[in-house]
């Protein structure tokens, strides 16, 4: 998520637009059980490709009520192929993971809500078979090194950063496939974004992990010996990933910038919310979650 406390209220409003947006999408393309399964990255990945295709200026904002708040309207973003493909990616996302807590250990709740959007998850493969192929490849590849019981932070982190890269280049639409450079740029904030959620997610994970047996790279081989070491490898290998996410992010600004009418409202509303994420947002929960790992050591 974006660090609220740093958002202007026309940032944080633009955010909940599209984080709107890409629930009502997800009722409307992949039925309503669906939406219950939205995160927050889905509506920064719709913002981020928005951006980097130009569509942002064209954005349609409606009006409606919310299946989470019948009696209040919300503003949200309607008619946007980057918001229906955040949307399905959402969906593919959410199905695997139930998948995956099924086999894991066997939650009969995970099972049932499976079952529950496996029509929505046939439909959001059909549209886009890239972004499906990409995360079942990837999935598979995470299973098998947990399987292994991988002890490498990178070997382990490869799978789920080069299954980001694939999925924000958007390459089920045509709006960037004849632009390489731009390509290039999203796959690897992508990629950098994606390694750091792995990471930050076993840092988050792992007492709770420790506890259950579950697999957790920083529990496997030297890392568990040298917990102190592996610490530190993963506090260097998530900064890294925060200044080459932020790097590639800049340059795809400098060459939008040159397409885009920047003193558009919509631009400069999106720009600032990617802007706190990439620089503010994931660093502070970096800082937070890794800091506690290190008061343990």
């Not at 940032?11 to 599209?18: H, I, R």
Request: charged share 25%; proline share 1%; hydrophobic share 40%.
């Amino acid at each position: 998520m974006p660090f609220k406390p740093e958002l202007k209220y026309r940032e944080y409003d633009a955010y909940k637009m599209y984080y709107c947006g890409v629930c009502k999408s997800i009722g409307r393309n992949f039925g309503q059980l669906s939406r219950f399964g939205l995160v927050y990255e889905a509506a920064i990945l719709a913002l981020l490709l928005d951006v980097a295709s130009c569509n942002i200026v064209n954005t349609k904002i409606s009006r409606a009520g919310c299946i989470a708040h019948p009696y209040k309207k919300s503003f949200f973003v309607e008619n946007s192929d980057c918001v229906d493909y955040a949307a399905a990616v959402n969906v593919l996302l959410m199905y695997f993971k139930l998948q995956d807590n099924w086999q894991d250990d066997r939650k009969f709740s995970a099972l049932s809500a499976k079952a529950a959007i496996k029509r929505g998850f046939k439909k959001a493969s059909k549209k886009y078979e890239i972004a499906a192929d990409s995360i079942y490849i990837s999935i598979n590849q995470l299973n098998k090194l947990e399987k292994n019981n991988c002890s490498s932070i990178d070997e382990a982190s490869e799978p789920f950063a080069a299954m980001m890269s694939s999925l924000f280049k958007w390459l089920d639409n045509d709006s960037l496939v004849n632009n390489n450079t731009k390509l290039d740029l999203l796959g690897k904030i992508g990629y950098n974004v994606g390694k750091w959620i792995y990471l930050i997610d076993a840092v988050s994970d792992f007492y709770d992990d420790k506890k259950k047996g579950s697999y957790n790279v920083l529990l496997k081989g030297d890392n568990t010996n040298n917990f102190s070491s592996a610490t530190d490898d993963i506090t260097f290998t998530l900064q890294m990933c925060m200044a080459n996410a932020a790097e590639a992010y800049q340059e795809l600004i400098r060459i939008t910038d040159k397409e885009i009418d920047t003193n558009n409202i919509n631009y400069i509303n999106a720009k600032g919310v990617i802007d706190n994420l990439l620089y503010v947002g994931i660093r502070h929960i970096t800082d937070t979650k890794v800091g506690k790992l290190h008061e343990s050591v």
